[in-house]
């Protein structure tokens, strides 16, 4: 377990998905975990997930935040969230693709094979996905319609654990918005 900060307390927060999942990881043990399942709930289950993980634990020293890929605004409330909390406690962030923080074993593997994808809804009947080999990410992220990706995994999350073991090898500093968003700018309609 080498890839552990000393003594690091992450406060961890992904919206990327229909979940929001806020979890503290103290020295790579998520001592809090919990997550509120809606996709239009974000805004207001982030603040309640992380004023009960502060409650539960000591005071982070770094934020960790999923950067998507992910639905526009559920994405930026995370995202804006954790940059602020980070900012008013003078603490750093680190962005990780959340797709990469999905952990797959044999329980949700079970094509035989250690090249895999996963996939999470995208809404508007597409699938944001990525393809992974040994658990490193070899195609994506990508938007999709799901008959246009091969076999893929779907129903899975970014684990808190794997996020903050990611934000040691990547800090992604922009958002992985892979689509147009849906508000265009009256001048631009057709």
Known sequence: MGWFKAMTISLVIDTATSRTIVGVVNNGIAVFEEFHEGATDHGKAISELV???????????EVVIGMG????????????????????????????CSLDAIRID???????????????????????????KAGVRIKGP??????????????????VTK????????????????????????AERT
Do not use: C
């Not at 004023?51 to 020293?61: E, F, G, M, R, Y």
């Not at 044999?106 to 992974?132: C, P």
């Not at 008959?147 to 129903?155: A, G, L, P």
């Not at 996020?163 to 009256?186: C, K, M, W």
């Open 142 to 159: 990508s938007v999709d319609k799901p008959e246009d990706i091969e076999q893929f995994i779907t129903n899975v999350f970014p684990d």
């Open 51 to 61: 004023a009960k993980a502060l409650k539960a634990t000591a005071i982070p020293d």
């Open 69 to 96: 890929p992910g639905p526009f605004t559920g994405l930026r409330v995370g995202i804006t969230f954790a940059q602020s909390f980070a900012l008013a406690r003078s603490i750093p962030w680190i962005g990780v």
């Open 106 to 132: 044999s329980t949700t593997n079970d094509l035989g094979t250690d090249e895999y994808t996963v996939a999470i809804d995208a809404r508007r009947k597409q699938m944001y996905w990525a393809s992974y």
């Open 163 to 186: 996020l903050v073991e990611l934000g040691s090898t990547q800090n992604v500093r922009e958002p992985f918005y892979l689509r147009s968003p849906d508000a265009i700018p009256t």
